[in-house]
C-alpha cells in the first residue's frame, strides 16, 4: 500500500533530511495503525493488508486456512480508513517531492 510513501520515506532518510523522514515515518504509522491493527487477533495484519489490496483490486482478500478474510464491518473501516489516509499519503510524499 502507498508505494510512494515508503520511497519518499527512503529517500528522506537517505538524503539526511531528518524533520521529512519524522514527518513521513508519521504517516508510515497513521497507514499502520489503520489499517494493520483494525483487530487485535492472530492474523490481523494479514488480513488488513488483504483487504486493503482487494479494496484496491490488486488482489483477492482470500485468506489460507485456518484463516478467514475480515466480516464486512471489519473491510468497511480499512475502506473508510484508505479513504482517509489518501490525501494524508498525497500530502507527506509531496512534500517529498518538493
Same mark, same amino acid.
Given at each position: 500500500l502507498f508505494? /510512494?510513501?515508503y520511497v519518499?520515506?527512503? /529517500? !528522506? =532518510?537517505? !538524503?539526511? %533530511?531528518?524533520?521529512?523522514t519524522r514527518r513521513l515515518h508519521g504517516v508510515v504509522? /497513521?497507514?499502520?495503525? =489503520?489499517i494493520y491493527a483494525v483487530e487485535n487477533r492472530p492474523g490481523s495484519v494479514i488480513k488488513?493488508?488483504?483487504s486493503a489490496l482487494a479494496w484496491q483490486e490488486i488482489c483477492? %482478500?482470500?485468506m489460507a486456512e485456518p484463516f478467514t478474510r475480515f466480516a464486512e464491518p471489519q473491510r468497511n473501516v480499512?475502506?473508510?480508513?484508505? %479513504?482517509?489516509? !489518501?490525501g494524508a499519503v498525497q500530502q507527506a510524499c509531496s512534500l517529498a517531492t518538493g
Open positions: 508505494p /510512494q510513501l519518499s520515506l527512503f /529517500q !528522506a =532518510a537517505e !538524503a539526511g %533530511d531528518l524533520e521529512l504509522l /497513521q497507514v499502520t495503525s =489503520a488488513g493488508l488483504k483477492s %482478500d482470500t480499512v475502506r473508510r480508513h484508505l %479513504d482517509e489516509l !489518501a
